[in-house]
């Protein structure tokens, strides 16, 4: 009889304290109205990825960019200041930048001389890479007292003779043509950039280059047809 009387308490606490649960908001509900530290979390880590990915394309692109063209200006020296000549040329001043490796030759005689010893008012000829608007970085200067005139582009087809280090010696028609090279000339053929590597003793090549006054030609391209054996 007493367990009776304890069983009906009970049921009437369950049926009373159920609808309480119910109507309470549940987890999942309130868990969608802010958000939770992990899923703040997630978009801080998909943002670093993105800019991860931008950097790298951005690399890729900078890497896969094709070298400068060197350019020559020619004109007069007007101010020496500290590793920077300013020279006037026919469409104005030009920034010319000086380092350890800019070649700095006197003319006539080609004698070798350093930047403390180009005067005002010498004529030059300034050849290098550009470096923004009426910059050059400069690789070779020839400086006169005289005129000088600007070295010319030239190019020519033949057949690769001899590979150097430096440069390339190519059988012509009538003779044989020693062309300089560096680490800015452009190695090409059909299917796209080579490398200088990828040239053989018996290729036929079409160069592009710079030809100054004593005739010495400073390839800027080295378009490859054929190979020794197989036709592009």
């Given at each position: 009889m007493q367990k009776k009387y304890l069983l009906i308490p009970?049921?009437?606490l369950t049926v009373y304290i159920t609808p309480t649960f119910a109507a309470s908001p549940s987890p999942t509900s309130s868990s969608t109205t802010?958000?939770?530290p992990s899923s703040a979390s997630d978009a801080e880590i998909t943002q670093n990825l993105k800019k991860k990915i931008i950097e790298n394309l951005d690399k890729e692109t900078e890497a896969s960019m094709p070298p400068?063209?060197?350019?020559?200006?020619?004109?007069?020296?007007?101010?020496?200041?500290?590793?920077t000549l300013i020279m006037q040329d026919k469409d104005g001043k030009k920034d010319i930048k000086l380092g350890t490796d800019t070649n700095i030759i006197r003319s006539p005689g080609n004698a070798v001389i350093k930047a403390e010893n180009i005067r005002i008012d010498?004529?030059?000829i300034a050849i290098g890479?550009?470096?923004?608007?009426?910059?050059?970085?400069?690789r070779r200067l020839i400086v006169s007292i005289d005129p000088i005139k600007a070295p010319e582009k030239t190019?020519?087809?033949?057949t690769i003779a001899k590979i150097g280090k430096t440069s390339i010696t190519l059988k012509l028609e009538d003779k044989d043509q020693v062309v300089?090279?560096?680490?800015?000339?452009?190695?090409?053929?059909?299917v796209g950039t080579i490398e200088s590597t990828d040239l053989s003793v018996g290729d036929t090549v079409i160069y592009t280059a710079l030809s100054d006054d004593h005739n010495e030609l400073t390839a800027t391209v080295i378009m490859r047809t054929q190979t020794a054996s197989i036709s592009e």
């Open positions: 009970l049921i009437a802010s958000p939770s400068r063209s060197p350019r020559a200006y020619v004109g007069v020296v007007k101010d020496i200041i500290k590793d010498d004529y030059i890479y550009p470096d923004g608007d009426d910059t050059l970085t400069g190019s020519g087809l033949g300089d090279t560096t680490t800015k000339t452009i190695y090409k053929s059909s």
